[in-house]
Nanobody, 121 residues
Framework: QVQLVESGGGLVEFGGSLRLSCAAS????????MGWYRQAPGKEPELVAR???????DYADSVKGRFTISRDYAKSTVFLEMNNLKPEDTAIYYCNVWVQFQRGGIRYEYWGQGTHVTVSS
């Protein structure tokens, strides 16, 4: 079993910053990809950022230059540093993690419970 615990969401004014974290716990062979999705009210879910196994990072065009994803490999934790926040960033942010339970095994997907981010204007 793998459990993801998210934290760091909240209410922030336009231009402010927040730092989200997602800690994975459980016995796994390896944690591969870690990333963040978000879903705003009335909108479709979208990928915000992800770190692919090997440490390469991808970002949505809307957050490039403002958000930074990082990972603490020793603590199995992924972070999302969000700067210069805009009202358009208001959404529920979900941590997404892919793991393997054995070498060469199937990759399994897990989701965090979601953390609310609200940016006021």
């Amino acid at each position: 079993q793998v459990q993801l615990v998210e934290s760091g969401g909240g209410l922030v004014e336009f231009g402010g910053s927040l730092r989200l974290s997602c800690a994975a716990s459980g016995s796994v062979f390896s944690i591969n990809d870690m990333g963040w999705y978000r879903q705003a009210p009335g909108k479709e879910p979208e990928l915000v950022a992800r770190i692919i196994s090997g440490a390469s990072a991808d970002y949505a065009d809307s957050v490039k230059g403002r958000f930074t994803i990082s990972r603490d490999y020793a603590k199995s934790t992924v972070f999302l540093e969000m700067n210069n926040l805009k009202p358009e960033d208001t959404a529920i942010y979900y941590c997404n993690v892919w793991v393997q339970f054995q070498r060469g095994g199937i990759r399994y997907e897990y989701w965090g419970q979601g953390t609310h981010v609200t940016v006021s204007s």
